[in-house]
C-alpha cells in the first residue's frame, strides 16, 4: 500500500527548549484534532517525536522535529486517506503552532 507524504514547516521563535517543552505539554490535544477521535502514542527520540495515530480503522506514522526556529512535521497517510492529504496539510499550516505550540504553562 503506497503513502502520500505530507511535510510542513512550522516557524517559531521559541528555541528548541521550549518548543520541546509546549509540544510535550500538547500533544494530548490530537486526539481532540481529529474527527471521530483517535488513539495516538508517542515516543520521544531526543527531539524528535515519533507518532502513530490510529483513527477511522486507518493507522498513520508521523515525526516532528523540533530546531531552534522550526518544527518540522511529517506525516505519512496511508491508501485512500492519502486523498485527503490537501486539507490535512492545509490544517497542518493554519492550525500546527496553535496546537503544537500553545503555551499551558500559564
Do not use: Y
Not at 20 to 36: E, Q
Amino acid at each position: 500500500m503506497s503513502t502520500q507524504p505530507i511535510h510542513v514547516d512550522l516557524p517559531h521563535k521559541l528555541g528548541k527548549t521550549e518548543a520541546r517543552r509546549r509540544i510535550a505539554g500538547n500533544i494530548h490535544k490530537l486526539t481532540g484534532f481529529i474527527p471521530g477521535g483517535a488513539a495516538v502514542t508517542h515516543q520521544w527520540q531526543g527531539d524528535r517525536l515519533d507518532l502513530d495515530i490510529a483513527a477511522m480503522g486507518q493507522s498513520v506514522s508521523a515525526k516532528i522535529e523540533v530546531e531552534e526556529a522550526v518544527i518540522r512535521v511529517h506525516v505519512a497517510l496511508p491508501g485512500l486517506l492519502g486523498m485527503m492529504a490537501k486539507p490535512i496539510e492545509a490544517a497542518l499550516r493554519s492550525k500546527g503552532s496553535e496546537l503544537l505550540l500553545e503555551d499551558r504553562s500559564k
